[in-house]
């Protein structure tokens, strides 16, 4: 019987209802029931079990999985909690299945952004997040130096997140527009990493994570190319045994 059970974030998110870290959050504020009853984290579920989110029953997957591309328009906030903010992605895109942005873009950001209703593909792609690259193209409030370019590349010391950026490419496109290829995810890392140079933000466009391009219209979506799915998962593999073993080195340095 124990081989049926499986934790009920894991649950939620293989169901398509949300990703295994929204699925804590979730859990945490109560809003998960099983069988009519709030359970602990990290309990888990069989398939007998009656698990339901705000009431409504959450059944196992009967159909595919849908990955999406989206260009996100200024002004639209990444995040599935229609009942808190009106200029949600999800209402903006209205597709017919329950869907989830993989990570966030910012409301003053545009630009490419995934959605899915398979809940372990973004817990991969959330893993690989220090290892994949997103591209932007990046409009600022004054001309640009060759100063300025090499002091985004060679990383910046964020006081305010205790962090340091890593090391990464950045070309001056005109006077005042250069392209930026990240490999990290701190949050408002560009915005951020601009005022430290004393230069404001005035646009910023995502236009590529890992090998997806952005090439639709704002506000406009498609899915993904049998080809870019393939590709996808294969950074994502790598990515994920890099995670993995990193994760068993740290367990047998902490076992000694």
Same mark, same amino acid.
């Given at each position: ?51 339901? #989110? ?83 193209? #990046? ?59 004393n230069y404001e933000v005035q646009a910023l466009k995502r236009v590529r994570i890992m090998n997806i391009k952005l090439d639709v219209s704002s506000g ?37």
């Amino acid at each position: 019987m124990s081989e049926d059970l499986k934790r009920l974030n894991k649950y939620l998110s293989e169901a398509g209802y949300c990703s295994r870290r929204a699925a804590d959050r979730l859990i945490e504020a109560g809003r998960v029931t099983i069988n009519d009853v709030v359970p602990e984290m990290g309990t888990k579920v069989s398939s007998e079990d009656v698990v339901k #989110v705000d009431g409504e029953i959450i059944g196992e997957r009967k159909q595919d999985f849908v990955y999406l591309a989206f260009n996100k328009p200024v002004g639209i906030v990444c995040t599935t909690d229609t009942r808190v903010e009106k200029d949600n992605i999800i209402d903006y895109i209205n597709y017919p299945k329950r869907i989830f942005p993989v990570g966030r873009l910012d409301k003053p950001s545009e630009g490419l952004i995934l959605l899915t209703d398979d809940g372990d593909i973004v817990n991969k792609i959330l893993r690989a997040s220090n290892n994949h690259e997103k591209e932007y193209i #990046v409009t600022v409030d004054q001309p640009i130096s060759q100063t300025f370019i090499e002091r985004m590349a060679g990383g910046i010391y964020l006081e305010d997140l205790d962090k340091h950026t890593n090391k990464c490419e950045v070309k001056k496109i005109d006077k005042f527009t250069f392209s930026i290829i990240l490999t990290q995810g701190l949050n408002r890392q560009i915005r951020r990493m601009c005022e430290y140079c004393n230069y404001e933000v005035q646009a910023l466009k995502r236009v590529r994570i890992m090998n997806i391009k952005l090439d639709v219209s704002s506000g406009q979506y498609r899915e993904l190319t049998k080809e870019e799915f393939k590709n996808l998962n294969a950074l994502i593999a790598d990515s994920t045994k890099t995670y993995e073993a990193n994760k068993a080195n740290t367990a047998r340095h902490t076992r000694r």
